[in-house]
């Protein structure tokens, strides 16, 4: 029997070597496209931006919020 005709459960799965395992993540690491000096500072200064946008964002949903919930429950009974 082929081993493409055997269920994978009864297939015996061969353990890779740690040398062979090291070989195939450097081979895989060669294939990746390093960004340049220029690429990643410009990604750099993207994500900071974003960052103190969002941060921005919820400071000052959280701010209002507050405030409004403060608004609300001050605990002054006018009524």
Known sequence: MSD????????KSER???????RQVV???????WPTQQQLTTYFIVV????????AI???LDLAFG???FE???GSSDV
């Open 58 to 60: 919820v400071a000052g």
């Open 67 to 69: 405030r409004l919930f």
């Open 27 to 33: 081979a895989e690491l060669r294939k990746v496209v």
């Open 16 to 22: 890779t070597g740690l040398v062979t395992f090291y």
């Open 72 to 74: 609300i429950f001050d």
């Open 48 to 55: 900071l931006v974003f960052v103190l946008i969002m941060m």
């Open 4 to 11: 493409s005709k055997v269920p994978t459960r009864e297939r």
